[in-house]
């Protein structure tokens, strides 16, 4: 086999984010008694949190700021009446209950398993990611769940991908797949630790960007074509 271990991304690559964002923000408004109107407040949300979190691998942003800076940002943005800092906790509790596979996860984990080391490695928050991946029924079959702010070191940084190594007593680069949704964190981070990559891009972006993985696939299965070769 030409490699042994597969780092995997979670969200958007094994789980199901964006299902998890509308469930907890949801429940978080309704929380606090807010007429949730999902096509205009989700557009808001995720336009923010998507920004604050590049800024976050950017370097420019800490993630215990930016824990209640989105809240802040969006409360500004619909000149809402709400604390940000209670709003961040109840759509972090909701968020943590928030926990959904794709449809082809647990088939294809339960298969890699038999034959390859596999680990996450997740740019995530603590509280929230050890209730939604530490938990989830496909837990069992990764030796090492890395979550970045545990570690306090996030992708693309390469030094979370050598602490997943360090912790699996694994050193042979060349044996190791990353597989990840984001060119900016899975992609460019495994290029920066020099090991193979593969981009799971299930919405057929055209990639017009400098950051050029080893494989693509838009559909999670065919990773077992690309072992198999």
């Not at 606090?32 to 370097?59: M, S």
């Not at 972090?92 to 088939?107: C, N, Q, R, V």
């Not at 050890?130 to 029924?137: A, D, L, M, Q, V």
């Amino acid at each position: 086999m030409k490699y042994e271990i597969i780092l995997f991304d979670a969200d958007e690559t094994l789980f199901d984010f964006k299902k998890s964002e509308r469930d907890a923000l949801k429940n978080a408004m309704l929380e606090f008694n807010i007429e949730y109107d999902e096509d205009h407040h989700l557009k808001v949300y995720k336009e923010i949190n998507t920004a604050i979190w590049k800024e976050f691998e950017d370097g420019l942003i800490t993630q215990e700021k930016l824990k209640v800076e989105r809240f802040k940002r969006l409360l500004d943005k619909l000149n809402a009446d709400f604390n940000e800092v209670e709003f961040a906790k109840s759509y972090m509790k909701h968020l943590s209950f928030a926990s959904f596979l794709y449809a082809d996860s647990i088939e294809l984990i339960e298969s890699l398993h038999k034959n390859y080391r596999l680990s996450i490695i997740t740019n995530g928050l603590k509280d929230v990611q050890n209730n939604r991946i530490r938990k989830s029924t496909i837990a069992k079959y990764f030796e090492d769940i890395v979550i970045s702010e545990e570690v306090q070191v996030s992708k693309p940084n390469p030094k979370i991908f050598e602490l997943a190594l360090n912790n699996m007593k694994y050193t042979e680069k060349s044996k190791v797949l990353m597989v990840g949704d984001s060119l900016t964190s899975d992609i460019k981070g495994g290029i920066n630790f020099g090991i193979d990559t593969c981009w799971f891009n299930a919405s057929k972006i055209v990639n017009e960007t400098r950051i050029k993985p080893t494989y693509e696939i838009s559909n999670l299965m065919e990773l077992k074509d690309i072992l198999e070769k």
